[in-house]
């Protein structure tokens, strides 16, 4: 990692730590902990654990015949950091005294990847949905990838912000 971007990655993060923040103060009612992905096994056990993992799912594609091209060293690094942070959030959860033991993500990724593509449009559909039902934490989150997707921020902060009157 460049200087630069190093700088920049330190800039982010209190942005980062406030939208994890406001994600998870949109459901206290849950003692699920929110998987921002940013955990990391420490111990022995945990490395081998991950790298387990790594070389399972790298057997299964080369079985099942599912891997076009062969994972070259970069994407392979790239890989083992995803399933140690995944790993990571999961053992974090259930260390933890106070939770469930269990962790979640926003789902429907693969729909969401679609309508990425299409940034804008989608923006504005949420943005009139959201509207219309600002007591939705799936579509506050919904809302608020797409922002932090397009690099904004502070959008992304205040949509997750918006506290719904209560009667």
């Given at each position: 990692?460049?200087?630069?971007?190093h700088v920049?990655?330190?800039?982010l993060?209190?942005?980062r730590?406030?939208?994890?923040?406001?994600i998870?103060?949109?459901a206290?009612e849950?003692?699920d902990?929110?998987?921002?992905?940013?955990s990391r096994g420490?111990?022995k056990?945990a490395h081998?654990l991950?790298?387990r993992?790594?070389?399972?799912?790298?057997e299964h594609?080369?079985?099942a015949?599912?891997?076009?091209?062969?994972?070259?060293?970069?994407?392979?690094?790239?890989?083992t950091?995803?399933l140690?942070r995944?790993?990571?959030d999961l053992?974090?959860a259930?260390?933890?005294?106070?939770?469930?033991g269990?962790?979640?993500?926003?789902?429907?990724?693969g729909?969401?990847s679609?309508?990425?593509?299409?940034?804008?449009r989608?923006?504005?559909?949420?943005?009139?949905?959201?509207?219309?039902?600002p007591?939705s934490?799936?579509l506050a989150?919904?809302?608020?990838?797409i922002?932090r997707?397009?690099g904004?921020?502070t959008?992304?902060?205040?949509?997750?912000s918006?506290?719904?009157?209560t009667?």
């Amino acid at each position: 990692m460049s200087k630069e971007q190093h700088v920049r990655e330190l800039a982010l993060a209190p942005e980062r730590a406030k939208l994890v923040q406001l994600i998870g103060s949109r459901a206290p009612e849950t003692l699920d902990r929110y998987a921002d992905l940013r955990s990391r096994g420490n111990t022995k056990s945990a490395h081998e654990l991950i790298m387990r993992l790594h070389f399972d799912i790298r057997e299964h594609e080369r079985n099942a015949g599912s891997r076009v091209r062969k994972m070259g060293v970069r994407t392979a690094t790239k890989f083992t950091l995803a399933l140690d942070r995944f790993v990571g959030d999961l053992l974090r959860a259930r260390a933890g005294t106070n939770t469930t033991g269990r962790i979640y993500r926003p789902t429907g990724e693969g729909e969401l990847s679609e309508v990425l593509s299409q940034a804008n449009r989608a923006e504005a559909a949420f943005q009139k949905a959201f509207a219309a039902n600002p007591k939705s934490t799936l579509l506050a989150r919904k809302l608020s990838r797409i922002q932090r997707a397009k690099g904004s921020y502070t959008e992304a902060l205040m949509t997750l912000s918006v506290r719904p009157k209560t009667f």
